[in-house]
């Protein structure tokens, strides 16, 4: 075997031809036992082609499992499409559709509104069906709009802190050399953007963790270096200078986030 090697065309048909058919009968084999299951799929953009990974969660003999069924091609995601191609998928690989108890999904109109959703199709179908709501969506976007009511907009100001110091190659130098006079290992500030929450806490942490060493370095380096630190309310479009406003931030307002 040690003699044995695959290019990537090789690899790939090994992977789509044997691989792939092996280890999804196996998991059929093992759903098919199970009564009742949950289905979860959500669009995912590769290149310029859309697909639709359609997994199932089930009881078997040694717990809970989860695996991907199929993935289903899809130039546009039009609610009837999606639910034909769920329902077909079912049909094709011998599942009894009335054993479907949820639906997994992403929290749009298309899934799971009230009218005309893949959801309400599938309800018409099997009324006890539940609307499983994607929770990991629903808690990061309630906390962005409670961040209204904050006196700093956290989000502003991780960013300009990162693009801060990710544009010079000095900068990054002085802290890393207060990083040693500390002697800490060096923690490189995270880049958050507003368009994945996914960032948003583990950017917080790692300024927190950083708040000692950024404090003592733009003391003594930033001048005039504007981060947008609103002085009245989230949202003002007012900022105040680096050298003096970001060290209470830091040292009051982080620890309590």
């Known amino acids: 075997a040690n003699s044995l090697s695959c290019a990537r065309t090789k690899s790939i048909s090994i992977v789509l031809n044997v691989l792939s058919p092996y280890f999804t009968q196996q998991l059929l084999g093992n759903f098919k036992k199970s009564t009742f299951f949950p289905v979860l799929y959500d669009a995912s953009n590769k290149g310029n082609t859309k697909i ?26 039009p609610t009837i499409e999606i639910f034909a191609n769920a329902r077909q998928l079912f049909m094709d690989n011998g599942l009894d559709i009335y054993g479907l ?11 799971i509104g009230n009218n005309h959703s893949v959801y309400s199709l599938f309800k018409d179908e099997l009324p006890n069906v539940f609307k499983g709501n994607c929770y990991s969506h629903i808690l990061p976007n309630s906390v962005k709009y409670a961040h209204n009511e904050l006196l700093i907009d956290v989000e502003k100001v991780l960013i300009s802190v990162c693009y801060h110091y990710s ?14 006079f500390y002697e800490q290992d060096f923690k490189v500030i995270l880049k958050h953007t507003k368009l994945r929450w996914l960032s ?7 300024l927190v963790e950083a708040s000692n060493d950024l404090k ?25 200078h680096i050298g003096k406003n970001l060290v209470p931030f830091l040292s009051i307002y982080i620890p309590h986030l």
């Open 52 to 77: 639709f990974p359609i997994c199932v969660q089930f009881l078997s003999s040694t717990g809970v499992k989860i695996g991907i069924v199929d993935l289903i091609d899809a130039v546009d995601e």
């Open 101 to 111: 108890t949820a639906l997994g999904v992403d929290n749009t109109n298309v899934n």
């Open 167 to 180: 544009r010079s190659a000095k900068r990054v130098d002085e802290l890393k050399q207060y990083y040693g």
């Open 200 to 206: 948003l806490y583990l950017s917080i942490e790692r």
């Open 216 to 240: 003592q370095n733009t003391l003594s380096t930033v001048q005039c270096v504007e981060f947008g630190i609103p002085s009245c309310h989230y949202g003002s479009n007012d900022s105040t």
